[in-house]
């Protein structure tokens, strides 16, 4: 029989939640002193598998894989080192493989769910099929499938186990404990349930016959995967991979930190022979392989701090640490994956930082960069721009808004676009517009005719004193100006404002920009988070568009950029040089759809002219219109919420008639003036 190395790469976003490490994990992972090594020593590099790859297996060293293109319609294949074997019919839901070749779990939807096993050989031969829904009308599978003993397992929507033969005669049916049990095969061929419990795992042991379910051991915390590689069973813990014992002991097989490795949570591993093991992390597939102990060199430690999970910071950390020779990134959730709320949190990493122990990075996802920025904590990022190798400001496609703060505090692989569409008749080639204009149109609203769906007056003077904030205070001075003209006109026009709240009565169905051509809306909202969305935006509008965002004082850009896992780095880092590596990497290497980075940026945007599976089929006056927008965009979506909570506070009395305008703008300008003069002290 051969020799089968069997892996399965799962998609679900949700168990990327937990892939972080608490701080006291991350400084232990971050020692690099002499030791022996407990485990084994490996290198980890990108495993030899096509973009997308669902699946992967190596057998006797050839790898198979299924992976996914897009032409028109989604089409998966079965490829054999590289080279395409066999097109699925259907939608792809597992594989697994076995002596005699791959097995295929797949959904030939025609209507109806239709459930289909197929054998494929090595070769590419269909060699049988079974018909599922066929024999189990109705019955529904999950994207799972064991090849073991010679029998085929698959897990119902249900968590029920169904065990069959290669023909397709059922053997057993087994419930499992609970809905997040999951099945694995022992290197015996014995099948077990595996349930999470609050200290660690407990195994099941089926019976072959029956299917029902004993108590066999348990195991410490961590997932399990099939055994492979002469080991019974796998565990994937955060410090590393074990193999386990029939008795549920364990024994390292490589321990990440004595490798100079932080791969984060695996998703699964099987052995590639000859010692080596495919895993699959935040950042895809990849082989650990072995190498002498004298050949591991030595990698300098990063720590990236966070205040909840970050799953695509993790990814990226990931991927950077496959590519650098010198560093390695762990991204620390202080939160300790939620148990601990926001506040506990941001307390225990300041406490860490004022000490002089804190981490070399920071997450800006959800922690706020401006008191870092005002105690003079964050580098300022601009120097590591220029020179004849390095990358330009002009490289940024939205430096006016990242550089909004005095210097370049953080950055971040891609970003979204806050904005209003509108028609272009009305506004022309312009990104903003003032209050007074807001006003005036209201004023002109044909019958049944509405500014901006559901608005309330609070929401809009939210919205458009956030964007004034940049311009109203001084932190470097320490000082504010909230009364004033500006600021009490905003007040007055939130006061002023039709207010059109949607509630069971009052709904307004349909897509926004159709509504602003019909003249039924002057605005609508557009979250623009695609290079083609603005283009889509005027194919569904049917006409020409303006991007103008929020009104503002004096008329300038309304439109907001929303950055996605912003990161910024601590004065106190004692290796700047490798955190700006990491940065740059993410800049260079985003796999989102709006890269910040610009010559990425104008490469989405030539695929999107030349893709025509799209929505919208992009053009290049679209493109610069895009481009335009981007060029004026000149704030950040994110803004200090002590003085938001300020304005929104003393606004009330304002709103119920209590006090004036000039008396509410002098009531936030005493409030904030000394919150801004503590932080700037």
């Known amino acids: ?216 051991f348990s195991c410490d915390e961590g997932e399990i995967f099939n055994g492979s590689g002469g080991a019974f069973l796998l565990l994937s813990a955060e410090d590393g991979l074990y193999t386990l014992a029939e008795d549920g002991g364990s024994r390292p097989l490589v321990i990440w930190a004595e490798c100079g490795l932080s791969p984060g949570r695996l998703y699964g591993a099987e052995s590639s022979g000859e010692g080596g093991w495919l895993i699959a992390s935040a950042s895809g597939l990849g082989l650990l392989c072995p190498v002498d102990p004298s050949a591991l060199k030595p990698k300098t430690a990063l720590i990236l701090a ?58 800006f996802s959800s922690l706020s960069p401006f008191p870092y920025i005002r105690q003079g904590l964050l580098m300022d990022l601009s120097p590591f721009f220029g020179g004849e190798e390095g990358i330009s400001l002009d490289d940024l496609a939205i430096a006016k808004a990242l550089l909004n703060q005095g210097g370049l505090y953080f950055l971040s692989g891609d970003f979204a676009l806050e904005t209003m569409v509108a028609r272009y008749s009305d506004f022309g080639d312009r990104y903003g517009w003032t209050l007074e204009e807001y006003l005036r149109r209201e004023s002109a609203l044909p019958e049944g005719g509405q500014m901006l769906n559901n608005m309330k007056r609070e929401t809009f003077l939210c919205a458009v004193s956030a964007r004034y904030l940049s311009t109203a205070i001084d932190w470097d001075e320490g000082t504010c100006r909230f009364d004033c003209p500006e600021f009490i006109s905003v007040l007055e026009t939130a006061g002023r404002i039709c207010e059109t709240p949607e509630d069971t009565d009052n709904m307004n ?86 890269p910040v980075f610009l010559p990425l940026l104008r490469q989405r945007v030539e695929e999107a002219k030349a893709d025509e599976t799209l929505p919208v089929r992009m053009t290049e006056e679209d493109a610069q219109r895009l481009y335009g927008l981007l060029s004026a965009v000149e704030n950040t979506a994110i803004y200090d919420e002590t003085v938001l909570s300020i304005i929104m506070q003393e606004s009330a009395a304002f709103f119920d008639g209590r006090k004036s305008a000039a008396e509410t703008a002098a009531l936030i300008q005493s409030r904030v003036g000394i919150y801004v003069a503590e932080q700037g002290g």
């Open 1 to 216: 029989m051969k020799k089968r190395r069997i892996f399965v790469l799962l998609l679900a976003a949700a168990l990327l939640l937990s892939a972080c490490a608490t701080p006291k994990e991350a400084k232990n992972a971050g020692e690099q002193e002499e030791k022996s090594l407990s485990g084994g020593s490996f290198i980890l590099q990108k495993a030899p598998v096509p973009e997308k790859t669902l699946w992967a297996a190596c057998v006797d060293g050839v790898f198979y894989t299924v992976s996914e293109e897009f032409s028109g319609d989604i089409v998966y294949h079965l490829r054999r080192d590289g080279t395409e074997i066999y097109a699925l019919p259907g939608l792809f839901y597992a594989a697994a493989a076995a002596p005699e070749g791959i097995w295929l779990l797949e959904n030939r939807y025609d209507g109806e769910n239709r459930y289909v096993l197929t054998l494929i050989s090595t070769g590419g031969d269909t060699l049988c099929s079974l018909d599922l829904s066929a024999a189990w009308s109705g019955q529904s599978f999950s994207h799972f499938l064991l090849c073991c003993a010679g029998r085929l397992v698959l897990l119902t929507e249900e968590a029920e186990l169904l065990a069959l033969s290669p023909t397709g005669e059922r053997l057993y049916t087994a419930a499992l404990p609970d809905s997040q049990s999951y099945p694995v095969a022992a290197g015996s061929g014995q099948v077990y349930a595996v349930q999470e419990t609050g200290g660690g795992n407990l195994l099941y042991q089926i019976d072959g016959e029956s299917g029902e379910l004993t108590p066999a």
């Open 509 to 594: 169905f349909g897509f926004g920009a159709a509504k602003v051509a019909e003249g039924s809306l002057t605005a609508a909202m557009s979250w623009v988070d695609t290079v083609w969305k603005l283009a889509f935006e005027k194919k569904t509008a049917g006409c020409a568009l303006s991007f103008i965002g929020w009104p503002s004082p004096e008329g300038s850009c309304g439109s907001d950029v929303r950055l996605s896992s912003p990161v910024g780095v601590l004065k106190g880092s004692e290796n700047p040089a490798g955190c700006w590596e990491f940065i740059r990497f993410m800049l260079e290497n985003s796999q989102g759809d709006l």
């Open 306 to 363: 966070t205040v909840s999970p970050d799953s695509r910071l993790q990814s990226m950390a990931a991927a950077f640490n496959y590519a650098s020779e010198d560093y390695v990134v762990t991204v620390v959730d202080y939160s300790d994956g939620g148990a601990l709320d926001a506040e506990t949190a941001k307390k225990k990493l300041n406490t860490e930082i004022i000490s002089g122990k804190g981490p070399d990075m920071l997450c």
